[in-house]
């Protein structure tokens, strides 16, 4: 093919034109638009950042999250002097305060008693050794009030005497600390005080749910009784309060069994009452008639 | 440049700019997309000093067919998407109408595929839309020599992929 050929034929790839309506569309669409407020300025990357591959986007996020664990897990060995025992009582207080009402006095205890023993593998740091004695005499001040704020008393007991267990070695641990002897002593006297705590607890605990049985059991005997004795077709009251007033028996029971004995007087109290308007309600009827 | 100039311009070089592209990409549609962002993008550069808007306009339009090849060649790049980059309208009216090409055309349309970018870009500009050499240069940012060179090789290239 000659070159003027060629030529011809590429100059016929003129005819090629866009649409006139398509043109004529753009144009009116671009001109309604403002320049001034199109003008988009280029998105700036930090160039500090610049560098880093899509690779490495992912690499060093990974890498950060592995030195993290790592620090976190070697953070568990270590002890009191060390940069990263912060992360470990930092650990520690997570543990204490993610606990449920009913397990963090024993965890508390159990972080005291752990930061006891590393306690007793340093020596020469009197600082570290003196801040966390304070903190551990703190933390068994705070067990018996966490003792005191949960709610059933035969739990309240149970925790109680599963302290009182776990806290028999305490004055061993602290025998085997640097403390200076007015530390000792110090510690020795929250001690002391720490345990006649605990078994005041026990003692008081134990009295009250004690005291339960006598009052209630008779109460939830009789109603027991009643509910048993009274055939279905032979009640005045409404069907719902049949039902309501044997969820309230069977609830009081329940609380009884737990040593809640304040929730089982409500309960009962609340049935009583119910049994009170029914009494009335067939004194009236059966008066009713006579008039 | 105020409207009724871009208006003028427009309406001068739409053929040429819509040619250019529809003779390097596979779609009346795609070419559609890419010249429309070539038009927007010299509207929107406005407020700074465009010495010559031909050559400008050559050079934003040439670069979108680069980016359209290299989205390309990493995913089949969404017509949405081109206009989502340029923020601007894309609901487009459909504009059906088919470009009708002779044999030839088409086969010259096929192997301008087939031989290097530039040289495709040289033989429409030079020899299709008639461009002169110095728009050439200033398009490519290169001297008017290397410009005559690179249209002969184009040439020649064209040549030999006809003649296959």
């Keep these: 093919?000659?070159?003027?050929?060629?030529?011809?034929?590429?100059?016929?790839?003129?005819?090629?034109?866009?649409?006139?309506?398509?043109?004529?569309?753009?144009?009116s669409n671009i001109l309604q638009t403002e320049p001034n407020n199109l003008y988009n300025k280029p998105r700036v990357k930090l160039a500090v950042f610049s560098y880093i591959s899509k690779y490495q986007k992912v690499a060093i996020p990974s890498l950060l999250a592995f030195f993290l664990v790592s620090s976190f897990a070697f953070a568990q060995t270590t002890l009191p002097g060390n940069v990263l025992y912060p992360i470990k009582t930092l650990t520690q207080n997570a543990k204490?305060?993610?606990?449920?009402?009913?397990?963090?006095?024993?965890?508390?205890?159990?972080?005291?008693?752990?930061?006891?023993e590393d306690l007793s593998k340093i020596e020469n740091h009197e600082k570290e050794i003196s801040a966390i004695t304070q903190n551990v005499r703190k933390d068994l001040e705070i067990v018996t009030q966490e003792i005191k704020k949960i709610n059933k008393k035969q739990v309240a007991l149970n925790v109680s005497k599963d302290i009182q267990e776990r806290s028999k070695n305490l004055k061993e641990l602290a025998d085997k600390i640097s403390l200076d002897d007015k530390e000792r002593e110090e510690f020795n006297k929250d001690e002391e005080n720490y345990q006649s705590q605990v078994l005041a607890l026990i003692i008081e605990t134990?009295?009250?749910?004690?005291?339960?049985?006598?009052?209630?059991?008779?109460?939830?005997?009789?109603?027991g009784k009643y509910f048993i004795e009274t055939e279905e077709g032979s009640y005045q009251w409404s069907q719902d309060d049949i039902i309501k007033s044997r969820n309230l028996f069977?609830?009081?029971?329940?609380?009884?069994?737990?040593?809640?004995?304040?929730?089982?007087?409500?309960?009962?109290?609340?049935?009583?009452?119910?049994?009170?308007?029914?009494?009335?309600?067939?004194?009236?009827?059966?008066?009713?008639?006579?008039k | 440049m105020d409207k009724q100039e871009f208006s003028e311009f427009y309406d001068k070089n739409?053929?040429?700019?819509?040619?250019?592209?529809?003779?390097r990409v596979d779609t009346t549609e795609t070419a559609q997309d890419l010249t429309s962002l070539a038009f927007l993008k010299l509207w929107r550069r406005q407020d700074s000093e465009i010495s010559n808007p031909t050559a400008f306009l050559y050079r934003i339009a040439r670069n979108q067919i680069i980016d359209f090849y290299r989205q390309k060649s990493k995913k089949p790049i969404s017509l949405d998407k081109v206009g989502e980059i340029a923020d601007f309208q894309v609901a487009q009216p459909t504009f059906s109408q088919k470009i009708e090409l002779t044999l030839e055309m088409e086969r010259i349309k096929k192997v301008l595929y087939n031989i290097k970018p530039v040289y495709a870009d040289v033989i429409i500009w030079h020899y299709v839309d008639e461009m002169p050499i110095k728009d050439i240069a200033q398009v490519l940012e290169k001297r008017e020599g290397n410009v005559r060179v690179i249209i002969h090789r184009a040439l020649q290239a064209l040549k030999e992929q006809l003649e296959v």
């Design chain 1, 250 to 290: 069977i609830e009081a029971n329940d609380a009884f069994k737990a040593g809640d004995c304040l929730t089982a007087i409500d309960k009962i109290e609340s049935v009583n009452q119910l049994l009170s308007i029914y009494s009335l309600d067939v004194q009236v009827e059966t008066e009713t008639p006579e």
């Design chain 2, 14 to 23: 739409i053929d040429k700019v819509f040619r250019f592209v529809y003779l």
């Design chain 1, 96 to 116: 204490i305060y993610l606990a449920s009402e009913n397990t963090k006095p024993v965890v508390r205890l159990e972080v005291a008693k752990a930061r006891m």
């Design chain 1, 1 to 27: 093919m000659q070159e003027k050929d060629l030529i011809k034929k590429l100059q016929d790839l003129k005819q090629i034109k866009p649409d006139t309506d398509w043109a004529f569309w753009l144009k």
């Design chain 1, 206 to 223: 134990t009295e009250e749910i004690n005291q339960c049985p006598s009052y209630l059991k008779d109460k939830l005997v009789d109603f």
